[in-house]
């Protein structure tokens, strides 16, 4: 059995090797996989105890051939073994097919028989692994002129601008489906009940207090009527519990107590109490509140 490389290239050119593909292979986000998946660390483990034990046998198996071949034939058998890389037949074989180069005694034979000014010139053959190179070259242009310019695939320009709109709809999904990265401009109002239910224990928890139980008003603003300090949109709304009224009025952010969810439906839920007249309210406090499209049509000049 020849040994291409001595074990101290082969021992950890194996073992590297095996792991540089696993980590190619399992995807690990942007950590390294072992340490997303600690059982890669057994299974490295594990290959590494096989691969000394192949170690083992392949050297035990040397050894038996070289006690079953007979005497005069043992030293070709270990010659193999000490012959450096550079020097071995078949490593020979390889470059001089890679690079069809003639030996300096040629040169003689090469010498083409121009002579500019003492310059000569030899005719050496283009080394193969050059040439090779350059008809890759070529048939890679070739698929490329058909793929990209005739065929109109995308180019580097293209493929960002549609991956870029993909992580706009990716984003626009991941924060429906994920409701407490909601913000003031993703929230909804909700109209079902039992968002209503929810939204009504939070207020009567937190804010009746200073709002009243049926959100008529007291050290807090009148909720059921229509003026409003910060805007009476749910969009309004959230931005004004989340973050608080203005400073010293009583009205602090809520967003270290309450989830963005639960602000949704304590919001949803005042505003399903608009309109409700409840007993001696507090007086208005704030503007009219008249919707942004609303305002948008009334404030356009009436043709005659
Ligand atoms: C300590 C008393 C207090 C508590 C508790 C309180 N608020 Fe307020 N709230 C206020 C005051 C005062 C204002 C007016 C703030 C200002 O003028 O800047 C206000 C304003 C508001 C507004 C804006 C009203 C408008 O006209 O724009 C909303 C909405 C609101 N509160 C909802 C809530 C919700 C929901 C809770 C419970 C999670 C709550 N508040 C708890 C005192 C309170």
Sequence with gaps: MKKFFPIYVRGPLIFFGFFGLIEFFVDSGNRPAFVKYPIIILILFVFLVIQIAVEYMVSAVNNLIYHITPEDKRNAFVAEDVVPLTQRKW????????????????????????????????DNKLPPWWLYLFYGGIIFGAFYLVRYEILGADDQEAEFSKEMAQATIDIAE?????????????????????????????????????????????????????????????????????????????????????????????ASYILSLQGTHPKDPKAPDGDLWVRPEAKASMDKPTVK
């Design 91 to 122: 490593f020979k074989r390889l470059m001089k097919r890679l690079t069809r180069s003639e030996p300096v005694e040629n040169n003689a034979l090469l010498l083409l028989d121009h002579n500019y000014d003492g310059i000569r010139e030899l």
């Design 174 to 266: 991941y924060r429906r489906h994920a409701p407490d990265l909601m913000d003031e401009e993703s929230v909804t109002q909700l109209t079902d009940g039992p968002s209503l239910d929810k939204g009504k224990a939070i207020f009567q928890t937190n804010c009746a207090a200073c709002h009243r139980a049926d959100g008529g008003g007291q050290i807090g603003p009148n909720l059921t009527d229509d003026h409003w300090i910060f805007g009476g949109d749910i969009r309004n709304l959230f931005h004004t519990i989340t973050n608080g009224g203005r400073d010293g009025k009583g009205m602090v952010s809520w967003k270290g107590t309450l989830k963005p969810t639960q602000i949704q439906q304590a």
